[in-house]
């Protein structure tokens, strides 16, 4: 039975309607935006500082619609890409509306790797809608390429291995994205991978704290979250992470979902949670995962129980995974 890949809206609402106080947590210091960012000047237009926004839309998602700005600076043009959030919920305080949308750019302005789209600023325009200001990646998002169906085993491995490293960062960082899927994942001109949309992003550490702490609440989109999602009122957000990257590489590789949802009455998550329960044999509809040398590793990252469950750092030390090239390479180490 084939499980279309198709556009997914989160089954949650964005953070801190979670339960969670994340979103205290992500306005503090650590998450205030740096020198690259320029979040809070909102009184200059949007306009004014990054140029008209075409009526065309690049991209919808559950809480925005993104569109590309060109600002010209003498002869030359710069492109952004602009989200428009949400309008305010009539449910919602002002207070609340806004900390949601400054949580998630207090977290995204921090990130700088070449694997992570570039957020730049957060300001109002004319209509007095709230937008984040982010670099604009061309290629558009990986649930287009895959729907186009023509990715070869060298560009999957490749996007694999960034995905990988984007995600390895943003936990050496803290953060956990929680919301890990094709089309939060983007290519820039070069065709290279960042990873966007900090939406329901998870602050697990901060920068003064040594140890971690759980996550709360149901968030990301059925079929990449991971069992103990379903289950467990507290789990690890990074090793969610990691199980939806193996989703992620499953769905290049197939062109299509494993299970709908990770859970015991699903036809096909439940026969392979209990073959992977009693068997050390890679299960359906793992077995056929090609090339070969990649089943241990995707195998460990989708182990149903997240105590047994690779760390993105024991992932990317995997030998397979060490010999993907990076295409075309990057100009930076990596
Ligand atoms: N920087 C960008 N460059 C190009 N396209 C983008 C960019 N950011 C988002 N998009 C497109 O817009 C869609 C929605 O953006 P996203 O931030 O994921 O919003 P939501 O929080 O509503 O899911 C993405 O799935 C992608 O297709
Ligand atoms: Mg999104």
């Given amino acids: 039975?084939?499980?279309?890949?198709?556009?997914?809206?989160?089954?949650?609402?964005?953070?801190?309607?979670?339960?969670?106080?994340?979103?205290?947590?992500?306005?503090?210091?650590?998450?205030?935006?740096?020198?690259?960012?320029?979040?809070?000047?909102?009184?200059?237009s949007l306009t004014k500082k990054y140029g008209v926004c075409d009526k065309v839309i690049v991209g919808k998602g559950a809480t925005a619609v993104v569109r590309l700005a060109h600002k010209w600076d003498r002869s030359t043009e710069k492109l952004y890409a602009v989200k428009e959030f949400r309008k305010r919920r009539k449910n919602e305080t002002e207070k609340e509306y806004v900390k949601k949308l400054t949580s998630e750019f207090c977290i995204s302005s921090t990130l700088h790797h070449h694997n992570v789209v570039e957020t730049v600023d957060l300001v109002q325009d004319e209509?007095?809608?709230?937008?984040?200001?982010?670099?604009?990646?061309?290629?558009?998002?990986?649930?287009?390429?895959?729907?186009?169906?023509?990715?070869g085993p060298a560009e999957i491995n490749s996007y694999f291995k960034q995905i990988l490293s984007g995600v390895a960062y943003l936990h050496s960082m803290g953060v956990a994205h929680r919301d890990i899927k094709p089309e939060n994942l983007l290519l820039d001109a070069k065709g290279h991978v960042k990873i966007t949309d900090f939406g329901v992003s998870d602050v697990f550490r901060m920068c003064w704290e040594r140890t971690t702490h759980l996550s709360k609440g149901l968030c990301g989109s059925e079929p990449y979250i991971a069992p103990e999602q379903f289950e467990q009122k507290e789990y690890d957000a990074r090793l969610v992470d990691v199980w939806a990257v193996a989703?992620?590489?499953?769905?290049?590789?197939?062109?299509?979902?494993?299970?709908?949802?990770?859970?015991?009455d699903d036809m096909s998550f439940g026969p392979y949670q209990q073959i992977y329960r009693t068997s050390s044999s890679t299960p359906p509809p793992l077995s056929n995962i090609v090339p070969r040398e990649c089943r241990s590793v995707i195998r460990r990252m989708l182990n149903p129980d997240p105590k047994g469950r690779a760390t993105i750092d024991e992932v990317l030390a995997d030998a397979w995974v060490q010999d993907i090239p990076i295409i075309p390479p990057l100009a930076i180490p990596h």
């Fill in 247 to 264: 989703i992620v590489f499953y769905c290049c590789t197939f062109g299509e979902l494993p299970w709908r949802v990770a859970k015991r």
């Fill in 127 to 151: 209509q007095q809608h709230w937008c984040e200001v982010m670099e604009y990646c061309p290629g558009g998002d990986l649930y287009a390429v895959i729907k186009k169906g023509d990715l």
């Fill in 1 to 44: 039975m084939r499980i279309k890949v198709q556009r997914k809206t989160s089954v949650t609402s964005r953070r801190s309607d979670d339960g969670r106080s994340d979103g205290e947590g992500a306005n503090k210091s650590q998450y205030g935006g740096s020198e690259r960012s320029r979040g809070g000047q909102s009184n200059a």
